[in-house]
T-cell receptor, first 115, second 111 residues
Framework: DTAVSQTPKYLVTQMGNDKSIKCEQN?????MYWYKQDSKKFLKIMFS???????INETVPNRFSPKSPDKAHLNLHINSLELGDSAVYFC??????????????FGEGSRLTVL | KQEVTQIPAALSVPEGENLVLNCSFT??????LQWFRQDPGKGLTSLLL???SQREQTSGRLNASLDKSSGRSTLYIAASQPGDSATYLC??????????WGAGTKLIIKP
């Protein structure tokens, strides 16, 4: 029974298209995150939601829009895709915020390739 | 500004050896430190979380220690197996609710 699941696992699309990645966690956590891992394998946080409220919004183009319909779901919508958006996007969750005591649990990642 | 460094960047050892991975951080005022592993093409799996009040945590063949005053943590892997091959990352909470990540140690266990 997967704790943090994200779909799709692979996504290949053309520049200029709009795409979404969905994330769900069944751990009962109240904080969810989106991370981007680039080709150099560095993990960069993009967004974090705590109980559906946005608490971290890093310097990310506004083509990226997160949506949290409830605390178990955090989706990522990307408009007007660019070549530089190609990366692996990871969803994660924690009980409370990692800044304090929250252990972080990750999904398996969604590999986005923009052609 | 918190910085996290992991040494070595890569390590290759024969199966059965005990080994130590290192993680150092510049600001000792941390709440916790977490060790993860990442398998190729996979997500990150949490291995151990050490709270700032703890000195070590153990899970099976893994033991993580934390020395806040010296800004160091080690991950000890006993009796290594080929299945331990992965990239190991450590992370500490930074400012603005973020995790600060090390660049990782790529571990290869040779059968």
């Amino acid at each position: 029974d997967t704790a943090v699941s994200q779909t799709p696992k692979y996504l290949v699309t053309q520049m200029g298209n709009d795409k979404s990645i969905k994330c769900e966690q069944n751990l009962g956590h109240d904080t969810m995150y989106w991370y981007k891992q680039d080709s150099k394998k560095f993990l960069k946080i993009m967004f974090s939601y705590n109980n559906k409220e946005l608490i971290i919004n890093e310097t990310v183009p506004n083509r990226f829009s997160p949506k949290s319909p409830d605390k178990a779901h955090l989706n990522l919508h990307i408009n007007s895709l660019e070549l530089g958006d190609s990366a692996v996007y990871f969803c994660a969750s924690s009980q409370g915020q990692v800044f304090y005591t929250g252990e972080l649990f990750f999904g398996e990642g969604s590999r986005l390739t923009v052609l | 500004k918190q910085e996290v460094t992991q040494i070595p960047a890569a390590l290759s050892v024969p199966e059965g050896e005990n080994l130590v991975l290192n993680c150092s951080f510049t600001d000792s005022a941390i709440y916790n430190l977490q060790w993860f592993r990442q398998d190729p093409g996979k997500g990150l799996t949490s291995l151990l979380l050490i709270q700032s009040s703890q000195r070590e945590q153990t899970s099976g063949r893994l033991n993580a220690s934390l020395d806040k005053s010296s800004g160091r943590s080690t991950l000890y892997i006993a009796a290594s197996q080929p299945g331990d091959s992965a990239t190991y990352l450590c992370a500490v909470p930074g400012s603005n609710y973020q995790l600060i990540w090390g660049a990782g140690t790529k571990l290869i266990i040779k059968p």
